[in-house]
């Protein structure tokens, strides 16, 4: 099972690098691959997986609520193609 979640941060924020770091922090204990930057993969295990990362965002979003938004996609249970112009070299994939 996979699910997507990208996120934007505000680009006056003075906190830019905190908040980014923050959330990647609720990313911790999944597989992910990073195709675009803010934009990410990961691989869950069960649906109870999607709302702990949505309450782990949720909460750290809140922390910076005029700053950040983030969306997730719904479950997917299927392998996807994904087309990518150009694989980014570093940090591509990465298991936390």
Excluded: C
């Amino acid at each position: 099972m996979h699910l997507i979640v990208s996120w934007k941060i505000e680009e006056t924020s003075e906190k830019s690098t905190e908040i980014d770091d923050a959330m990647k922090q609720g990313l911790n204990g999944y597989s992910w691959i990073q195709p675009l930057s803010k934009f990410y993969i990961l691989e869950i295990f069960s649906p109870v997986d999607w709302i702990v990362i949505q309450e782990r965002l949720l909460s750290i979003a809140q922390n910076f609520s005029e700053e950040v938004n983030f969306i997730m996609s719904p479950i997917y249970h299927e392998e996807t193609d994904y087309f990518t112009f150009r694989i980014p070299e570093n940090n591509f994939y990465r298991r936390t």
